[in-house]
């Protein structure tokens, strides 16, 4: 069968000379290629002509590129930097801080951390145990070691990327070298981490030997990413939320043919949103910015019409010269009070100025694409993907707020339109391919367990598996009930466990059933289960580490809880996917 191999055209080869070695290499089996290249090799070394050795060079510098990621992106990041040093002469390996010991740092020769937040200023789960020791009495010196910090986050949160700050004082105090300036980056990301590490590593790298670098990385096939998404038609859609419910929940169902996507349960459909045009026209309004339709075109699908920070106030009352504003942004507290609940509109409207558009939107941020878990198993359903997707609406200072992404999917499209796609996948969150599987999780967190029982039921065989299962109301918002019932009674589900939070007086979530449960709950990990979370992470996700600590804990002190629960985390035995 026939390859494309390209050539790089440095190869030191006329170009119609690449040509036509790739049509002639590009045919050859893999027997072909080696034994051409032995037969070179034997030839030029019987002829005396061997190409001279390379001057012998020095042992490569160590470099280690130590990541934490929840979702990842810094681990995607941290892939790509070592294979950038590699190529520019680093002996260069990969960690996620989810499998390191702080103990080794010390001879870790140059470290580049890349380094996510998560909840409110937090480290990312896997990486939690490593942080805390990091930030510890028994961490070691790191005197000779060098590092820089690269750090992710979102500026929409109080606490941008302050795990990554956090990172970057402790190595610094523990006597490690900074050797570049911490750079905070925020969900548009990707630029600016190349230029950062492009930069260091040119600066950090050995000098150049007689080396040349042949990339060998396989061509990346999916011609589908976050930058190129595939639209994908809408199917099915419709509510699975009763009227009486108190939020509205969506199924949404696409259409992935012609993509070449492929994912696994556990994974994440990324949705490139697209604002509302009702809130595209009233900030044109506020803003004077007249009715150009490619400016229209740009705020609806270009730029994050909704999230204050404090960088656009500052810019803002730069752009206009309002003082009133200008006083109000330096003031912190003044600031946060004006910040809370609102968006770019209050803004607008508050402090009115006519602005140009180009000058408006350089103060934006891009729209960032929206994550939604898979709720389907290609095994069961084939070239589609289902999504449960909750519609965000909400009230603040005296306004009605949508949630971008998630009112297009569950208001402004219908089955027959069409959704940009792309996937992001989530190695961390498969289906175990053995053992007793517990899943937990509340409201559209059950998402991906419906892909994990779709796929067990595709591969019929007999799994242990058990479900806890946390909403609102049994009669209104128990998200796909007859197929839970359906798998319950087939034996695809082993165990089911409600928590209705609102259908008695004390509210019941899912910590509650669990600590009820502790008795099987500990014979299950006895017996290997691997637990899974699943949904909101700032109430949720807390109270359910809390109670797992408590019930591994076996009543000792919040220590032993923590170092259980670390263990199950570290042997990958504890899995979330919490947002
Ligand atoms: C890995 C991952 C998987 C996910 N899976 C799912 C899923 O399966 N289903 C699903 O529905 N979502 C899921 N989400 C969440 C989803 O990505 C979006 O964040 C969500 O749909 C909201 O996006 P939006 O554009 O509609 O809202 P946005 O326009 O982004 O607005 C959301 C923001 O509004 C504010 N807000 C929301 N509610 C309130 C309130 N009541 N009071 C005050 N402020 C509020 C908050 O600041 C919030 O960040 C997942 C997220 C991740 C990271
Ligand atoms: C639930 C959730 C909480 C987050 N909390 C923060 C935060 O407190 N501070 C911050 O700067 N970024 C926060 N982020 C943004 C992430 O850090 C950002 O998306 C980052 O690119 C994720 O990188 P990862 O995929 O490597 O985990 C949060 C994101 C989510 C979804």
Not at 27 to 56: H, I, M, N, T, Y
Not at 86 to 101: I, N, P, S, T, Y
Request: net charge negative.
């Amino acid at each position: 069968m026939s390859k494309t191999i390209a050539l790089p055209q440095s190869a030191p080869f006329a170009p119609e000379q690449i040509a036509a070695l790739d049509q002639v290499i590009g045919a050859a089996s893999v027997v072909q290629r080696a034994w051409l290249s032995g037969f070179l090799a034997g030839l030029d070394a019987a002829e005396g002509k061997a190409a001279a050795p390379a001057p012998a060079a020095g042992p490569k510098p160590k470099l280690l590129v130590l990541y934490a990621t929840e979702s990842g992106n810094a681990e995607a990041l941290a892939a790509k930097t070592r294979q950038d040093a590699q190529k520019r002469g680093f002996a260069a390996r990969v960690l996620d801080m989810g499998d390191a010991d702080v103990q080794t740092l010390k001879d870790a020769g140059t470290i580049i951390a890349i380094v996510s937040t998560w909840g409110d200023g937090e480290p990312p789960q896997r990486a939690a145990p490593f942080f805390r020791a990091l930030m510890g009495d028994a961490a070691p010196r790191l005197d000779g070691v060098k590092f820089a910090v690269l750090a992710l986050g979102d500026s929409s949160y109080a606490q941008f990327c302050e795990t990554g700050k956090q990172v970057d004082a402790r190595l610094a105090a523990l006597g490690a070298e900074r050797v570049a300036e911490r750079i905070d980056l925020d969900l548009d990301y990707e630029a600016g981490a190349k230029t950062w590490t492009d930069e260091l590593l040119e600066r950090l790298a050995p000098a150049a030997g007689s080396v040349i670098h042949v990339d060998f990385q396989k061509p990346v096939t999916s011609a589908v990413t976050k930058s190129a998404p595939f639209t994908a038609e809408i199917t099915a859609h419709g509510k699975l939320t009763s009227e009486r419910a108190q939020g509205e929940t969506y199924h949404v169902e696409l259409s992935l043919a012609g993509s070449g996507l492929a994912y696994e349960p556990g994974d994440a459909l990324g949705i490139v949103p697209e604002n509302d045009p009702a809130l595209v026209a009233a900030i044109a309004r506020a803003a004077g910015l007249g009715d150009d339709p490619a400016l229209h075109a740009d705020l609806s699908t270009r730029y994050d019409l909704n999230t204050l920070t404090p960088k656009l106030l500052h810019d803002f009352a730069a752009l206009t010269g309002d003082k009133a504003l200008a006083a109000l942004a330096a003031d912190d507290a003044k600031r946060a009070e004006f910040m809370a609940g609102r968006q770019l509109i209050d803004l607008l409207e508050t402090f009115p100025h006519q602005v140009e558009g180009q000058k408006l939107t350089a103060l934006l941020r891009p729209l960032a694409p929206r994550y939604y878990s898979i709720a389907s198993s290609q095994k069961l359903v084939g070239e589609e993907a289902h999504l449960t997707v909750a519609r965000v609406a909400y009230q603040s200072a005296g306004r009605e707020r949508l949630g971008v992404s998630s009112t297009l999917m569950a208001d402004r499209r219908r089955a027959g339109e069409s959704l940009k796609v792309f996937v992001k996948p989530n190695p961390h969150f498969r289906v175990a391919a053995s053992g007793p599987i517990v899943m937990i999780g509340a409201g559209t967190g059950v998402a991906p367990y419906r892909g994990f029982l779709q796929e067990i039921e595709a591969a019929g065989a007999a799994r242990d598996t058990w479900l806890v299962f946390g909403f609102r109301n049994f009669l209104y918002d128990f998200l796909y009930q007859l197929e839970i019932q359906d798998w319950l009674k087939a034996g695809v589900l082993g165990r089911l466990d409600l928590a209705a939070s609102r259908d008695q007086p004390e509210k019941r979530y899912v910590q509650h059933v669990l600590w009820e449960q502790r008795a099987r709950l500990r014979e299950k990990l006895d017996a290997g289960a691997v637990l899974y979370l699943c949904g909101d992470a700032k109430h949720m996700a807390r109270d359910v580490d809390a109670t797992l600590m408590r019930i591994l804990g076996n009543g000792e002190d919040a220590v032993t809880g923590q170092a259980a629960l670390d263990a199950l985390v570290a042997a990958g035995r504890y899995r979330k996917d919490v947002y």
